[in-house]
C-alpha cells in the first residue's frame, strides 16, 4: 500500500538560510510525487512535480526536490528561505488513480 | 486569472440548514474533485467525477452530495450540515483519471461555519 510520511510537522528558519522540509514515500510501482503549498486561506498550489523523468525537480518560486528511489524519499529544499515562503507544505503520492497526501509540514520564516 | 474558481469565499450556515457550494473551471478538465480539509490537517477526498461518472469515497457521509451538470461547474451540497462539517472545502480538477501524471488544480476554497 503507498504512503507518504513528512518527517517534521513544523520547520522554522531566519530568512536568508537554507530550506529542507523531508517526505519519505512507500509505494508499490514507479509513483509520480508531488509538493504543494498552501498559504492561509488559500487553495493548494503546485510547487513541482516528479515523473520518472530527471532525479532533480526544479520548480516555483527557487524551490526544488531529490527523487532517491533508494531511500524512497522526496525532499524539497530551497538555498535560501524568503519571509513569503511562510506556508503550510503537502507531500503528494500518486498511482493510478489514488491520490495520498502527507499530514503536512508547517514552515515559520524569521526575519 | 484564476482558473478554478469557488464561490463564496465564506459561508455561515445553521445547523441543520441545507448549504450549496459552488466551483467552476475555465480549464476544461475531465475530473472534478470535492476536499475536506479541517484546521491542521491535509485535505481528505469526498468525491469526483470523471465526466458524468461519480465516484464516492466509502467514508464520505450521506450528508455529503455533489451535481455536476455540465464540465465547467460542479457542486457541493450538504443537506443537514452539523458542528463538525466547519471546515474548507476545496475544490480541484485534473485532466485525467488515468494520466497520474497530471497534477491538480486548486481553486482558495469556500471556508464554512456551522453556528
Known amino acids: 500500500a503507498q504512503s507518504v510520511t513528512q518527517l517534521d510537522s513544523h520547520v522554522s528558519v531566519s530568512e536568508g538560510t537554507p530550506v529542507l522540509l523531508r517526505c519519505n514515500y512507500s509505494?508499490?510501482?514507479?509513483?509520480?510525487l508531488f509538493w504543494y503549498v498552501q498559504h492561509p486561506n488559500k487553495g493548494l498550489q503546485l510547487l513541482l512535480k516528479y515523473t520518472s523523468a530527471a532525479t532533480l525537480v526544479k520548480g516555483i518560486n527557487g524551490f526544488e526536490a531529490e527523487f532517491k528511489k533508494s531511500e524512497t524519499s522526496f525532499h524539497l529544499t530551497k538555498p535560501s528561505a524568503h519571509m513569503s515562503d511562510a506556508a503550510e507544505y503537502f507531500c503528494v503520492v500518486s498511482e493510478g488513480t489514488a491520490l495520498i497526501f502527507g499530514k503536512g509540514t508547517t514552515l515559520s520564516v524569521s526575519s | 486569472d484564476a482558473m478554478v474558481i469557488q464561490n463564496p469565499r465564506y459561508q455561515v450556515t445553521q445547523f441543520g440548514k441545507p448549504v450549496t457550494l459552488s466551483c467552476s473551471q475555465t480549464?476544461?478538465?475531465?475530473?472534478m474533485y470535492w476536499y475536506q480539509q479541517k484546521s491542521s490537517q491535509a485535505p481528505k477526498l469526498l468525491f469526483h467525477y470523471y465526466d458524468k461518472d461519480f465516484n464516492n469515497e466509502a467514508d464520505t457521509p450521506d450528508n455529503f452530495q455533489s451535481r455536476r451538470p455540465n464540465t465547467s461547474f460542479c457542486f457541493l451540497d450538504i443537506r443537514s450540515p452539523g458542528l463538525g462539517d466547519a471546515a474548507m472545502y476545496l475544490c480541484a480538477t485534473s485532466r485525467g483519471q488515468g494520466d497520474r501524471n497530471s497534477p491538480l488544480h486548486f481553486g482558495n476554497g469556500t471556508r464554512l461555519t456551522v453556528t
Open positions: 509505494s508499490s510501482y514507479s509513483p509520480s
Open positions: 480549464l476544461n478538465h475531465n475530473v
